[in-house]
C-alpha cells in the first residue's frame, strides 16, 4: 500500500505565506510533521508520497525522507488532479490518501486496518457533526451514495482521510480525469459510484480527535485538542 498526502494548495483561508501542512502547532510540530509521525509508527516512511505545488521546496526539504510528486498547475486545479498525479504512479497498488491539513490521532488507524486489510475501499467520517461548509454523505445499501459539500441531510463529515482498494484504482482514476480542474477529489468518487458501481465504506472514526485545519479558529481548536 502506498500513502499520498495531498499538499500542493496555497491554502490562502488560513492566511500563512506558506504552505498550510507547514502550519506550526501549539505542541511544537507542524501539521505535516504529526501526520508522518503517526503514520511511521504503522506504516513504513518510504511508502509515503506528498504531491506539492505551492512553494514546494519548502516541504521538500522540511520531510527530505519522503518521495514527491509535483502538481504545476496547484494555482488552477483542486485535489482532484493533485490526486490524479499521484495515483498514476501507483495505478497497481492500495493507496491510503489524506488532505495535508488534516490533524488525528494515531489511534485512528486501527480503526481503519481492519478495512485496508479487507481491500475494502473507504471514506472516514465523523458522525457527530455535519457542518455546512464541510464535505459531508449520505449512504445507500449501507455504502457511500452521496459525497459533497452540497449533500442535503448528511448522516456526517468526511474528515480527509480515504483509501481505495487496488481493485478499485484503474475506474477511479478514469473517473479523476472526468473532473473539472477545479473539483475536489470527492466528485471522482461519487462519479466512481454512480458509474463504475464502486462501493465505499464509511468508517466512523467519531471517536478520535480528527479535524481539518482551513481557518485560524480550526488552527485554534487543533491546538487545544492535540497539545502533546
Known amino acids: 500500500m502506498k500513502i499520498i498526502i495531498l499538499a500542493a494548495g496555497i491554502g490562502s483561508?488560513?492566511?500563512?505565506?506558506?504552505?498550510?501542512?507547514?502550519?506550526?502547532?501549539?505542541n511544537g510540530k507542524s501539521i505535516m510533521e504529526m501526520q508522518v509521525s503517526n503514520l511511521a509508527q504503522v506504516y513504513n516512511v518510504d511508502d509515503i508520497c506528498v504531491v506539492v505545488g505551492f512553494k514546494k521546496n519548502l516541504i521538500m526539504e522540511s520531510f527530505p525522507?519522503?518521495?514527491f510528486v509535483y502538481n504545476p498547475f496547484f494555482d488552477q486545479t483542486n485535489t482532484s488532479?493533485?490526486?490524479l498525479k499521484a495515483l498514476k504512479k501507483n495505478r497497481d497498488k492500495s493507496v491510503l490518501w489524506l488532505?495535508?491539513?488534516?490533524?488525528f490521532d494515531v489511534k485512528l488507524l486501527s480503526v481503519l486496518k481492519p478495512y485496508i486489510d479487507e481491500n475494502q475501499s473507504f471514506v472516514a467520517v465523523n458522525t457527530s457533526k455535519v457542518a455546512d461548509e464541510e464535505v459531508k454523505y449520505s449512504l445507500r445499501d449501507n455504502y457511500i451514495h452521496q459525497l459533497s459539500k452540497t449533500v442535503k441531510n448528511g448522516l456526517g463529515e468526511a474528515v480527509g482521510i480515504n483509501f481505495i482498494a487496488a481493485k478499485d484504482i484503474n475506474k477511479f482514476i478514469d473517473r479523476l480525469e472526468?473532473?473539472?480542474d477545479n473539483d475536489y477529489f470527492e466528485?471522482?468518487?461519487e462519479l466512481s459510484i454512480a458509474k463504475d458501481g464502486l462501493k465505499i465504506a464509511a468508517v466512523d472514526i467519531s471517536q478520535y480527535n480528527c479535524m481539518e485545519v482551513d481557518f485560524k479558529e480550526d488552527l485554534e481548536n487543533a491546538n487545544n485538542l492535540f497539545q502533546k
Do not use: I, Q, Y
Not at 483561508?13 to 501549539?26: S, V
Not at 488532505?99 to 490533524?103: F, K, T
Open 99 to 103: 488532505n495535508g491539513d488534516v490533524v
Open 13 to 26: 483561508r488560513l492566511g500563512n505565506p506558506f504552505p498550510k501542512p507547514l502550519t506550526t502547532l501549539n
Open 65 to 67: 525522507e519522503l518521495t
Open 178 to 180: 472526468e473532473c473539472d
Open 81 to 83: 488532479k493533485s490526486l
Open 187 to 189: 466528485r471522482g468518487l
